[in-house]
C-alpha cells in the first residue's frame, strides 16, 4: 500500500480538497491517503461545502499536524502550497516521491468577496484545478 502525504500551511483547505480528492480517484487497494499542516487550524467550512457539491464529505476531516506523521514512510509527499514547501519537515527521509503544486489560496481569494456566492466560486475554482491535478497524478 503507498502512503501519500498531502501538506499544506494550514490543513484547512486545499490539503483536505486534496485528501478528498484523491481518497475519490486514487484506486483504494493501492493508496492511502493523508493530508496535514505545518501550521493546522480548522477544516476551512466552505471547502466542506464546495466538496460536498462534489459529492465528498469531508466535514469529519480535522486539522492534523505534520508531525503527527513522523515515523511513517511515505511513497509520496506533495505540498499544494508554497509556505508549505518551504518549511516541509526534513524527516521524510523514506519517501519516495516529493512534488510540489502550489494551488491559490480560497480564503485569500475570497476575502474581498461581496456575497456568499461569489467566495465560493473561489473555492470551486480551486477545488475544481485540484481534481484536475489529482486525475493527471501519474504515481
Given at each position: 500500500?503507498?502512503?501519500?502525504l498531502?501538506?499544506?500551511?494550514?490543513?484547512?483547505?486545499?490539503?483536505?480538497?486534496a485528501?478528498?480528492?484523491?481518497?475519490?480517484?486514487?484506486?483504494?487497494e493501492?493508496?492511502?491517503?493523508?493530508?496535514?499542516?505545518?501550521?493546522p487550524?480548522?477544516?476551512?467550512?466552505?471547502?466542506i461545502?464546495?466538496?460536498?457539491?462534489?459529492?465528498?464529505?469531508i466535514?469529519?476531516?480535522?486539522?492534523?499536524?505534520?508531525?503527527?506523521?513522523?515515523?511513517?514512510?511515505?511513497?509520496?509527499v506533495?505540498?499544494?502550497c508554497?509556505?508549505?514547501?518551504?518549511?516541509?519537515?526534513?524527516?521524510?527521509?523514506k519517501?519516495?516521491?516529493?512534488?510540489?503544486?502550489?494551488?491559490?489560496d480560497?480564503?485569500?481569494?475570497?476575502?474581498?468577496?461581496?456575497t456568499?456566492?461569489?467566495?465560493l466560486?473561489?473555492?470551486?475554482?480551486i477545488?475544481?484545478?485540484?481534481?484536475?491535478?489529482?486525475?493527471?497524478?501519474?504515481?
Open positions: 500500500m503507498k502512503k501519500i498531502f501538506l499544506c500551511t494550514g490543513n484547512s483547505c486545499r490539503s483536505q480538497m485528501e478528498g480528492w484523491a481518497k475519490k480517484i486514487l484506486p483504494s493501492e493508496f492511502e491517503v493523508y493530508s496535514a499542516g505545518t501550521k487550524s480548522f477544516v476551512d467550512p466552505k471547502a461545502k464546495v466538496m460536498s457539491e462534489a459529492g465528498i464529505d466535514s469529519n476531516n480535522r486539522s492534523k499536524h505534520v508531525d503527527e506523521f513522523k515515523g511513517i514512510d511515505f511513497y509520496a506533495i505540498t499544494v508554497d509556505k508549505a514547501k518551504e518549511t516541509c519537515p526534513l524527516w521524510f527521509g519517501t519516495v516521491l516529493k512534488l510540489h503544486h502550489s494551488f491559490e480560497p480564503p485569500a481569494l475570497a476575502k474581498d468577496s461581496k456568499e456566492e461569489e467566495a466560486n473561489h473555492y470551486r475554482r477545488r475544481d484545478e485540484i481534481k484536475k491535478f489529482i486525475e493527471e497524478l501519474n504515481i
